[in-house]
């Protein structure tokens, strides 16, 4: 068969999205293309014909890693590995749940709301190649579908919410270069179960705005950090790496955080990322006190500015304004 003519690559058309996102189904979902250098590419697939993945296989060789597609077909890509991973409901070992189908559709509402954000494609691909580690993690480990579980019976806020503070932690940690498994994965983990804590808090408690709870109600809500920490603690593929992000998510580098008011170094460094992650996916997921303003890369830029310096320490606070930076900023 004759190779396929090269294409020019372009920025503005194409994002990467890694492998293994791509190419566990027979039929292409989108025309996927490698890129041989800098400015060239080639078609290693076509839309809706059967994928060849010796072909791909002989890319994965040569330390290919990631695939490129076109923007356009992103929505497509997404919905398909929400679906995929629906089909896990099937699989032995994986309890049928309901609450497992609700977490893949508020899933999908958070991609897709993520893809409408004038973000940069590298966090973008990051993101989405986690919808995949979550149903390998769900696949591996029972115990997982359970505590996933337990985050969506908080209600579809809270899950969004969770979602959303996994997303921006990656994108932080694509700023940063953070690669190691050794950290993304805790810091994954980490920031999906954070607020884990909140199912021993009363319900009535969890509607409240935090601006409008008395002193004692206060008290009440920042303890579950620490509650966390002891529902997390027993199950055997939780590390103390993730245990320490979970009891320290709330601490701030200028000490007035809680529970501990741990102050700048003295604050375990993912848990003070996922700690900005969490203030991120309030104001990006429009969740909490952030639900009333509307998102826009202004307001985005004045908080990096303004607090994320000074609540999460400079080198964080730049990661920040790199993901919300506009382009004709650059
Ligand atoms: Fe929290
Ligand atoms: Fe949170």
Redesign the pocket.
């Known amino acids: 068969m004759a190779e396929s003519a090269e294409i020019l690559f372009s920025d503005a058309t194409f994002l990467a999205v890694p492998v293994s996102s791509l190419i566990h189904r027979k039929t292409a979902i989108a025309d996927m293309f490698v890129r041989l250098t800098t400015d060239r590419m080639v078609r290693v697939a076509a839309k809706g014909a059967e994928i060849d993945s010796e072909r791909i296989h002989r890319y994965g060789e040569k330390n290919v890693r990631h695939l490129y597609v076109y923007k356009i077909d992103l929505s497509d890509i997404v919905s398909d590995l929400v679906r995929g991973a629906e089909g896990l409901n099937q699989i032995k070992n994986v309890p049928s749940d309901l609450r497992i189908a609700k977490f893949f559709s508020i899933a999908e509402s958070v991609y897709q709301e993520l893809m409408q954000l004038p973000i940069t494609d590298e966090s973008l691909g990051r993101a989405i190649r986690l919808s995949t580690e979550i149903s390998d993690s769900m696949r591996e480990k029972p115990d997982f579908t359970k505590l996933l579980g337990t985050v969506v019976s908080l209600g579809d806020e809270f899950t969004r919410h969770s979602l959303g503070t996994v997303v921006m932690a990656n994108m932080i940690m694509v700023q940063l270069k953070w690669k190691a498994q050794k950290v993304v994965q805790p810091v994954t983990m980490g920031a999906f179960f954070?607020?884990i804590g909140l199912k021993e808090l009363p319900r009535e408690l969890l509607e409240k705005n935090p601006v409008e709870m008395s002193q004692a109600e206060t008290q009440l809500w920042q303890t579950?950090?620490e509650i966390g920490v002891r529902l997390l603690n027993p199950i055997p593929f939780v590390t103390p790496d993730v245990l320490r992000i979970v009891q320290e998510?709330?601490e701030l580098a200028n000490g007035a955080g809680y529970p501990q008011r741990l102050r700048g170094e003295r604050i375990f460094p993912l848990a003070r990322l996922v700690s900005m992650a969490?203030s991120m996916a309030h104001d990006v997921f429009k969740t909490g006190a952030a639900a009333s303003q509307p998102f826009s890369m202004e307001m985005m830029a004045q908080k990096v500015e303004h607090v994320y310096a000074t609540m999460y320490g400079g080198d964080l606070a730049k990661a920040a304004r790199r993901i919300f930076k506009k382009e004709d900023d650059a």
């Open positions: 954070h607020d579950h950090s998510h709330h969490n």
